[in-house]
Each structure stands twice: as C-alpha cells, then as structure tokens.
C-alpha cells in the first residue's frame, strides 16, 4: 500500500523563487528520506530526517518533520534551473523496505 | 555515476522474448532492490535481497525471475511480458542498518524497458 503522498503533483516556479513539496503518510515511521529524479534516470537520495526531529538543513534544502500530523515538507530556497526533477519522499518504517509516494514535478524557470 | 551500475539502459522486446537486466553495485552494500516505475504511479518494489537471500517478494508476477547469485551482483529474467510490463526498471543497493538506523538507497540510473 502506497505510504507517502506527496503535493503538489506538479509546480512550477521562476529561478530565485523558493519551492515547497509537502509528503503525507499513514503509519508510523523510523524515518523520513527524500529522493530527487532527472528525466529517465535513477533517484538520488538528498537527506533522512529521523522520528525524534522536527527540522533538518542541507545547503539550501530544508526539511520539517510533523509526527503528529504525519506530514513532512521540503523547502528549497533561491532555487535554480539545475533543481528542475522529480522530488519523492520515501518512509522507513524499520522494516525491509522503504515506501515512496508518486512524486513533485519541480518546473524552474530560467 | 553512483556506484549501481544497470545494463542494458534500454531493452526493446516482444512478448515472447526472454531477456535479463543486470544490476552491478561497486558499494560494498549487502542489500539489493529491484524496483518498477510507471508513469504517473509511485515507484512499486518487486525485489529485496538481503545477502543475496531474497528477503521480499512483493507479489510480483512469475513472467520476472529475479536472481542474486552474490552481495554485487543482481539480475532480472524476462519472459512472456506484457505490454503493460513496459517502465524504467531501477535497481538499488544499501548497507545493513547497523548503528544509524536508518535504510538509505542507492539507485542505478535504471532499465527503460518496453514491450511490444
């Protein structure tokens, strides 16, 4: 059964602007991962936010945990052209596997 | 490159062919993944193997094959498919929870496969 959801389905944005994917699951969770796909190639995994934490930075990435809502966003700020992909997240729930949602289409504008 | 290396990156057939992809990880990863994506759909796990033993099976149908004869190396054996059958096929590695906790995966740049 498909555990994170994510929205919006697609975005689109100018270059500069900040963009925001929100990720919603059912279960509980271990942690929280976040995946970024160009076109046609492989997922890229981009940062892990643990149970226990409510925010977490990379770069110009952030990503906010809400345990009690079972929902997760990623922020990415002054964003780029090169950002243009597809952004999943993917729940770990201690067992064999992760679970991913279908997936953001990030548009950047140049 | 990520260090999961898939061949063939593309893979044309017809529904009474039989082929394999083949997935290779340079990682050291003890865990391996075979994984569907669709258009339009979440990415759906077919595969795990855990030290080469196959740890999941996520009612996959019979027409795929997979086999792991060790930790590096993965395959998936195509036969009778069906049109629908068509999609990028991804691979992935990770090491074993150990201290972190936490399954992180490594993925290939994946099979595009369509079926005639």
């Known amino acids: 059964s498909q555990q994170g959801e994510e929205d919006p389905q697609a975005l689109s944005i100018q270059e500069g602007e900040n963009a925001t994917m929100n990720c919603s699951y059912k279960t509980s969770i271990n942690n929280l991962q976040w995946y970024r796909q160009n076109s046609g190639r492989g997922l890229v995994h981009l940062i892990l936010?643990?149970?226990?934490?409510r925010e977490k930075h990379s770069g110009r990435l952030r990503v906010t945990l809400d345990t009690s809502k079972k929902s997760s966003s990623l922020l990415i700020t002054a964003s780029r052209a090169a950002d243009t992909a597809s952004y999943f997240c993917?729940?770990?729930?201690?067992?064999?596997?992760?679970?991913f949602g279908a997936g953001t289409i990030l548009r950047v504008k140049s | 490159e990520t260090g999961v290396t898939q061949t063939p990156r593309h893979l044309v057939m017809g529904m009474t062919n039989k082929k394999s992809l083949k997935c290779e990880q340079h990682?050291?990863?003890?865990?391996m993944y075979w994984y569907k994506q669709s258009a339009k759909k979440p990415l759906e796990l077919m595969f795990v193997?855990?030290?080469?033993?196959?740890?999941e099976n996520n009612s996959v149908p019979s027409r795929f094959s997979p086999e792991c004869p060790n930790s590096s190396h993965l395959f998936l054996h195509l036969h009778t498919l069906q049109p629908e059958d068509s999609a990028l096929y991804l691979c992935a590695s990770s090491q074993e929870r150990g201290f972190s906790g936490a399954n992180v995966l490594t993925f290939g740049a994946g099979s595009r496969l369509t079926v005639l």
């Open positions: 936010i643990r149970s226990n934490e």
């Open positions: 193997y855990n030290f080469k033993e196959q740890t």
């Open positions: 990682l050291g990863h003890n865990a």
């Open positions: 993917a729940t770990d729930n201690g067992g064999n596997k992760l679970v």
